[in-house]
């Protein structure tokens, strides 16, 4: 008798997901999905609305990554009121948003990578889920969770610093940033007490890279054999091909390394990306149109950014870099768990950038704001923490916004996603006629390494709140389980 | 209140979710009357969500109030103490509960303060500024009830 297993979330007002796992008389997985609800709604909700709302808007979005939205959205007006694509701010402006963005990026990954993915290492994918958390991490390794929790304050006050406040920061205006940083707050973040300051952030930037490395030569078998599978690669880089987390053109890879997007201007993105509608998730799944539908699809997020990029211009994250491009010889790497590896080297470049654009003068000084000739539409790209966020505005001539279209880091990640559920499902659950805390464990560490944005759903600490559900090929259940 | 007791309120929620704005709005009021009344012991916080470092945050208070939206039929508003367990919240916007960042707390620190978490009740949550008519009526409510126990100082 065929099954299906499904695990579900407990629905989110922002967003939830679903895995259904389709087995056949035999046992073998057959089919494998993840399903997420996506922000379509709020694409409709902003029509209408002046244009200049929009960076503040966005952050209504979700709590996870304001900031992200915050700064596309500033980008794609950028365009709108003529302040150019991306190179015409003034330095002052492009810096404090720089300065934004990479305390976003480095709060951010602090966040997953030590409240979600260490756990996972430090007690085992299959470890009690009672434990498998901060809480039991604070108790195992209390300094690793400290650094932890200090790093994620350490990008929050940088945040708080530029946006101007926690809650709908203001810091991104079209055409420019509407503050400097006080000096007394630089001087803070430079030479504050420690840990709070950015020596001390890069100090523990390279420690969790070599925490990392050191648990991989210990688990190589985990770490290089979990999730495995041929993807494209897309991100921003740099116009030298530089690893660039703010502004770029666009680049995609494939499996071998061979350029399938060769830096061409996001602007355009309409021209090269388009995304597939499947009746059976309310996600999109973008592919780029020149290898269609089937092998268009690309992976975003750390694993990308550092497949598509050259180097890294800073030099602890470029000696990280050339060690982890090493390993795979140079070519794109396609194992998910190295997602995390990844991140941790843009962690360290994050703290790194971030002490760069501190000891900046433009930081604490400049003009603030360009205009130039209004135009009616714009696009804004930026390389958010899970991967490339795309928004893109239409206004009329009372300047009000008629059409908005985001593509979202998750939804990009969505074929990546539902590869590694593929993949980990026929390893783990084949043959298995019973739902089991290893087999929804196997299944979340996989989704877990794209750290996807459900929305709260994977945020919660420790393990996503799910619903496991068993049904017989007619769709009768047979087994649920609850985990909370 | 006892003098120097050091108290914290923070709230936590999204504004534009509507009534999710709900202690984001209670901590917006009390500042200026906590500044009328001259308390520079006790401070106001508020953001999106509660997340790992306000274990941090909270870790040399004597007190701290969280105060959140509920969509729980709770009557108007509902106070009371909070102990530690690292369950999460369950309210759909929040990344940890006060219970979780009390845990989380202890573990890290072997410290922590007296913690309590008045919950209001909201009704709407839609992509939306402003409190509906009911929430708005329940924050006064709370407002007034917190304000009391400031004064007090007796949070029993």
């Not at chain 2, 620190?109 to 929430?135: C, D, K, M, V």
């Amino acid at each position: 008798m065929g099954r299906k297993i499904t695990i579900e979330p407990v629905t989110r007002v922002e967003g939830h997901g679903k895995v259904t796992i389709h087995l056949d008389d035999y046992g073998n997985v057959t089919q494998t999905r993840l399903h997420i609800v996506e922000f379509r709604g709020f694409e409709r909700f902003v029509q209408g609305r002046p244009y200049w709302e929009m960076p503040v808007l966005v952050q209504r979005l979700c709590g996870i990554c304001p900031v992200s939205h915050h700064l596309a959205a500033a980008k794609a007006l950028d365009v709108i009121v003529g302040a150019g694509t991306g190179e015409g701010l003034t330095p002052t402006a492009e810096k404090m948003r720089r300065l934004m963005h990479y305390g976003q990026i480095f709060q951010s990954h602090s966040l997953h990578f030590f409240h979600l993915a260490s756990p996972d290492m430090v007690f085992g994918i299959d470890g009690d889920p009672a434990t498998r958390n901060i809480i039991g991490l604070a108790l195992k390794n209390p300094e690793l969770a400290v650094q932890g929790v200090m790093m994620r304050k350490f990008g929050q006050e940088i945040i708080r610093a530029t946006a101007g406040k926690k809650i709908h920061g203001t810091g991104a205006i079209p055409g420019g940033i509407n503050k400097h940083l006080s000096i007394e707050e630089r001087d803070e973040f430079l030479k504050g007490a420690d840990p709070l300051n950015a020596d001390r952030m890069i100090e523990w930037s390279q420690a969790a890279v070599n925490w990392f490395k050191d648990y991989h030569k210990k688990n190589r078998d985990f770490i290089d054999n979990y999730a495995v599978f041929p993807s494209n690669h897309l991100s921003l880089v740099r116009k030298d091909g530089a690893m660039d987390l703010y502004h770029g053109v666009l680049r995609a890879v494939d499996p071998e390394g061979n350029k399938i997007l060769h830096d061409v201007d996001y602007q355009d993105y309409l021209d090269y990306i388009d995304e597939e509608v499947r009746s059976w998730s309310y996600m999109k799944f973008p592919y780029l149109k020149e290898l269609g539908k089937s092998k268009g699809w690309y992976t975003v997020g750390p694993l990308g950014r550092l497949n598509t990029a050259d180097f890294i211009p800073t030099p602890l994250a470029q000696k990280e870099f050339e060690e982890y491009k090493a390993y795979t010889k140079g070519k794109p790497n396609n194992m998910s768990m190295h997602m995390h590896w990844a991140r941790l080297i843009e962690i360290l470049h994050s703290a790194e950038m971030m002490k760069e654009l501190l000891i900046d003068p433009d930081i604490v000084s400049g003009e603030l704001v360009t205009k130039g000739e209004k135009r009616n539409q714009g696009v804004g790209l930026i390389e958010a923490p899970r991967g490339t966020l795309f928004h893109h505005y239409e206004i009329n001539g009372k300047d009000q916004v008629i059409m908005a279209n985001l593509i979202v880091s998750t939804t990009n990640n969505n074929q990546p996603m539902n590869e590694a559920v593929n993949y980990v499902a026929k390893n783990y659950m084949t043959g298995q006629d019973e739902i089991t805390e290893p087999m929804m464990n196997a299944v979340e560490v996989g989704i877990r390494a794209y750290d996807p944005c459900l929305s709260c759903a994977t945020h919660a600490f420790g393990q996503m709140p799910l619903e496991f559900s068993l049904f017989n090929s007619r769709d009768e259940l047979i087994d649920f389980r609850r985990r909370s | 209140m006892p003098a120097g007791k050091s108290i914290l309120i923070y709230a936590y929620g999204n504004p534009g979710r509507q009534d999710d704005g709900l202690g984001n709005a209670l901590v917006e009021a009390l500042g200026p009357w906590i500044a009328e009344q001259g308390m520079d012991q006790v401070e106001v916080d508020s953001n999106f969500q509660l997340n790992i470092e306000d274990a941090d945050n909270i870790k040399d208070k004597d007190a701290v109030v969280f105060v959140d939206a509920s969509i729980e039929d709770i009557g108007q508003f509902h106070f009371g103490r909070v102990e530690p367990s690292e369950g999460r919240s369950e309210f759909t916007l929040h990344s940890a509960s006060p219970a979780y960042i009390l845990a989380l707390c202890i573990g890290l620190y072997n410290r922590h303060p007296e913690t309590y978490l008045l919950q209001i009740r909201g009704y709407e949550w839609e992509f939306q500024e402003g409190l509906s008519p009911g929430a708005a009526e329940n924050l006064d409510a709370a407002l007034d009830f917190l304000k009391g126990k400031i004064e007090s100082g007796d949070w029993n």
